[in-house]
């Protein structure tokens, strides 16, 4: 609840100063008013890998209000100044990893005055109720009790009157091995609410870890897309040289593979590109990160269809489904859509700097709408819809009449008993272990998927979000990957693809299961003068035979 209340008291501002989950660069940009206020602080949080740093040094304050004083009159801090206060502190892993976070009062940040209620300056009340650890000088300032906080402390004096403008000449926090790795918090507070003036800022902040710029809890998910860029090379280079091999013998699907594994492969070498260059040079390159977007956006819609359109008995029972643009649709619809929310999702997130507050919750309005188009077209893959069943004539319908099948496992299902009553052994067995894969994908996505749920719910979390919050993504890439390797095997370039694919296999009649062929042909003499024994009447059905003397 200490959290939540943090959340709530926090200025409209905050949606400037803070990056929305760990994604925001580590050149972060702060310009927005600071207001005099007691009841509310503006932080900022980060993952830092030490030795590091946090440098403030290029972030720079100024009064709100115009004057006719020079600038530089109030360098010093003098009688009826008042000011602001800059902390910089840890949370420990311990409370960090919590569903409710950290009590920032018992890491020295704040007090609580018994009763519920937070109060972040000694203001009002505060000394009365024995708050301000600090004494009377604390009066007006935020609240940091020395005995218990373990952060660095700056501050500036604002004078009470004229033009202001000044940075912070020592902002440079370094952060050793002792102070140790985690989740560092930046809070900024001008406390003084009767005295105090409205300041604005403006300017950078760094987070520097010892391996770079990229926040430390993405750095092992470069190395994850890297390794990926690594698999689908392998991929790609395997299943290329094979359709190379066997061009004469590709097929429609074939070419659906290699387009869903070239697509993944841009998309991780984009994505992994996108976090070097964030590391080395600590902001993001805006045409790496979209397109990154953008191909996964591409390969997940096109992998829906691809294998919807195998479940169907496409390229194996049939070499062309009537609702074949009905699909295709059906993933253009969700590639648009799953784009424009992915891509209005990192703009409002990584352009926060150039967004008011309002802007911003529209933009963020506009994604929730765009999620849920997503997922209702996600559900139109998985859910019956028996028009699109048709592959030939073969339906789903032919053999499920039920409304509660699922439309890709109901496709598969009618598909195999197609090739099981048509006694289409070999391609029934491919389809099975297909089954399996898909069952195996599926299984794993619902264990995955429940766990996450539980572990929202817990008050400790079994995976730290902080430092290894990109397994979350990276689970599901592990799955996309398995899924796409499997279909890649089964449906793998081979001599004879066409022939297999479109050819109906024959059937085994012999008793050692051999296909027996009767090439006996009688000779003229066998046939005798006797017409009656051969000669039918027609009336009784049967065509009748005369003897020429020739072979037939």
């Not at 100063?17 to 660069?25: C, D, H, K, T, W």
């Not at 900024?188 to 300041?199: E, H, Q, W």
């Not at 359709?243 to 984009?270: A, C, N, Y």
């Not at 599926?442 to 719910?457: E, N, P, R």
Request: hydrophobic share 40%; with cysteine; net charge negative.
């Amino acid at each position: 609840m200490v959290r939540r209340r943090i959340v709530e008291i926090l200025s409209p501002f905050i949606v400037l100063l803070l990056s929305v989950g760990p994604a925001n660069a580590e050149y972060r940009r702060f310009d927005g008013p600071i207001n005099a206020a007691s009841n509310y602080v503006h932080y900022s949080e980060g993952y830092v890998v030490t030795p590091g740093y946090v440098d403030i040094s290029n972030l720079l304050f100024k009064t709100a209000e115009d004057s006719a004083r020079r600038l530089d009159e109030y360098d010093d801090v003098g009688s009826g100044s008042t000011f602001v206060d800059i902390v910089l502190f840890r949370e420990p892993p311990e409370c960090a990893n919590t569903r409710l976070g950290c009590d920032w009062t018992d890491l020295g940040v704040g007090a609580n005055d018994g009763v519920g209620n937070l109060r972040w300056c000694c203001a009002d009340d505060a000394p009365a109720l024995g708050l301000c650890a600090g004494g009377p000088k604390q009066e007006g300032r935020l609240i940091v009790d020395p005995s218990q906080f373990s952060g660095q402390h700056r501050f500036l004096g604002v004078p009470p009157s004229g033009e202001w403008q000044r940075s912070i000449r020592d902002g440079m926090m370094s952060l050793d091995d002792e102070q140790g790795t985690g989740k560092y918090v930046l809070v900024i507070a001008n406390c003084n609410d009767v005295a105090g003036r409205n300041l604005t800022v403006t300017g950078e902040y760094v987070l520097k870890s010892d391996h770079g710029y990229l926040p430390g809890n993405l750095f092992r998910e470069m190395y994850f897309f890297s390794a990926l860029v690594v698999i689908y090379v392998i991929l790609l280079a395997w299943y290329g040289l094979k359709m190379s091999l066997h061009r004469d013998d590709i097929i429609t699907i074939q070419k659906w593979v290699v387009t869903t594994i070239g697509i993944g492969l841009l998309e991780v070498f984009f994505k992994a590109g996108d976090l070097w260059v964030w590391n080395t040079d600590g902001e993001r390159f805006w045409f790496s990160l979209y397109t990154g977007v953008v191909a996964g956006v591409f390969k997940r819609a096109i992998s829906r269809c691809l294998v919807l359109m195998i479940c169907l008995g496409w390229g194996v029972t049939c070499d062309q489904l009537e609702n074949f643009r009905s699909v295709v649709f059906l993933g253009i619809a969700y590639a648009g859509i799953s784009a424009a929310r992915d891509v209005m999702t990192v703009f409002a997130i990584t352009e926060n700097e150039i967004l008011t507050h309002n802007e911003e919750n529209e933009i963020l309005d506009v994604v929730t709408i765009l999620t849920f188009a997503t997922s209702c077209i996600d559900v139109s893959f998985y859910s019956e819809s028996p028009r699109f069943y048709a592959c030939g004539k073969l339906s789903c319908t032919d053999t499920h009449n039920r409304n509660d099948s699922v439309w890709i496992f109901c496709a598969l299902s009618s598909t195999m008993q197609y090739l099981e009553g048509m006694n289409q052994t070999m391609k029934l067995k491919r389809f099975l272990r297909l089954r399996m894969i898909l069952l195996l994908s599926v299984l794993f996505a619902i264990v995955w998927t429940v766990f996450g749920l539980v572990d929202s719910t817990n008050d400790q979390r079994m995976i730290n979000e902080e430092s290894d919050g990109w397994v979350l993504t990276a689970i599901w890439e592990v799955n996309f990957i398995f899924l796409l390797v499997g279909l890649s095997c089964l449906w793998a370039p081979s001599h004879g693809a066409k022939n297999y694919a479109f050819v109906m296999e024959l059937t085994d009649l012999g008793d050692d299961g051999e296909l027996e062929f009767d090439t006996t042909i009688d000779s003229p003499d066998s046939y005798d003068d006797d017409d009656t024994e051969d000669n039918i009447d027609n009336g009784g059905g049967k065509s009748a035979y005369k003897d020429d003397g020739r072979i037939t």
